[in-house]
C-alpha cells in the first residue's frame, strides 16, 4: 500500500517557538494532502486542505496565520506551528491522497 | 452536513469472541466508507473501504457491508485477538476520489488474553 512519512515523530519546543512538520508522500504523488490535529480519545478533527501549487483551505475555526500549511511539490506538504503555544500541544496527523486517503504516522507536539 | 455515529466504547472483549462494532452515517449522494484503525501512538491504517451499495469490504479477518436501505457500515470479526487492541474509525467521503473524510468518534476496544 501507499506510504505517508511524516517527520519528525516526536518534537518539544518552548513557547513562542516555531515548529515544522514534515509529511511525504513516499511512494505515489498526491494532488491533495490533507491535515488532522487529534486531541486524547478524540477523533481526528480535519485543519485544512493542502493543494500543491495553491494556497490550502482551512476548515472553520482555524487560524491560517497560525497555522502554516505549504505543498510545493507533489509529494510534500508542510505544516508549521507559529509562535507555539501550550494549548497547541497535540498529535497532528497528515493524509496524502491517490483516490483513498493514506495517512502518515503523526507527529506528537509538546510545547512547553 | 455528512455525519457518522460509531457505537459508544469502549468496547472489552475476551480472545477469540465475535466482534461487531455498528457505524452508521447520513450523507447527500452515494458516499465511500472506510474503517480505519489507529494503533497506541500511531496514526491510522486504512482497514477496509466499500464505495458502493452492497459492497463488502475485507481484511484480516474483518469485514463491513455497505448497507444503503439502513445507512450502515458495521465492523465485524468472528473471532478477535489481542493484536487487534486498538482504536477503530468509521469514515467516510462524499464524493468518489480522495476528497474530505468525515469521522466517526472512534471505539477503543481492548482484547483481553
Known amino acids: 500500500g501507499a506510504v505517508v512519512s511524516q517527520h519528525p515523530s516526536r518534537v518539544i519546543c518552548k513557547s513562542g517557538t516555531s515548529v515544522k512538520i514534515e509529511c511525504r508522500s513516499l511512494?505515489?504523488?498526491?494532488?491533495?494532502m490533507f491535515w488532522y490535529r487529534q486531541f486524547p480519545k478524540q477523533s481526528l478533527m480535519l485543519m485544512a486542505t493542502?493543494?500543491?501549487?495553491?494556497?490550502?483551505?482551512?476548515e472553520q475555526g482555524v487560524e491560517k496565520d497560525k497555522f502554516l500549511i505549504n505543498h510545493a511539490s507533489l509529494t510534500l506538504s508542510t505544516l508549521t506551528v507559529t509562535s507555539a503555544h501550550p494549548e497547541d500541544s497535540s498529535f497532528y496527523i497528515c493524509?496524502?491522497?491517490?483516490?483513498?486517503?493514506?495517512f502518515g504516522p503523526g507527529t506528537r507536539l509538546l510545547v512547553l | 452536513g455528512d455525519s457518522v455515529t460509531q457505537m459508544e466504547g469502549p468496547v472489552t472483549l475476551s480472545e477469540e469472541a465475535f466482534l461487531t462494532i455498528n457505524c452508521t452515517y447520513t450523507?447527500?449522494?452515494?458516499?465511500?466508507l472506510f474503517w480505519y484503525v489507529q494503533y497506541p501512538g500511531e496514526g491510522l491504517q486504512l482497514l477496509l473501504k466499500?464505495?458502493?451499495?452492497?459492497d463488502k469490504g475485507s481484511n484480516k479477518g474483518f469485514e463491513a457491508t455497505y448497507r444503503k436501505e439502513t445507512t450502515s457500515f458495521h465492523l465485524e470479526k468472528g473471532s478477535v485477538q489481542v493484536s487487534d487492541s486498538a482504536v477503530y474509525f468509521c469514515?467516510?467521503?462524499?464524493?468518489?476520489?480522495?476528497?474530505?473524510?468525515?469521522f466517526g468518534q472512534g471505539t477503543r476496544l481492548t482484547i483481553n488474553p
Open positions: 493542502s493543494n500543491e501549487g495553491s494556497k490550502a483551505t482551512y
Open positions: 511512494d505515489f504523488q498526491a494532488t491533495t
Open positions: 466499500a464505495t458502493k451499495a452492497d
Open positions: 493524509s496524502a491522497s491517490s483516490q483513498t486517503q493514506y
Open positions: 450523507a447527500t449522494g452515494y458516499p465511500s
Open positions: 469514515a467516510l467521503n462524499s464524493r468518489q476520489g480522495a476528497q474530505k473524510l468525515v
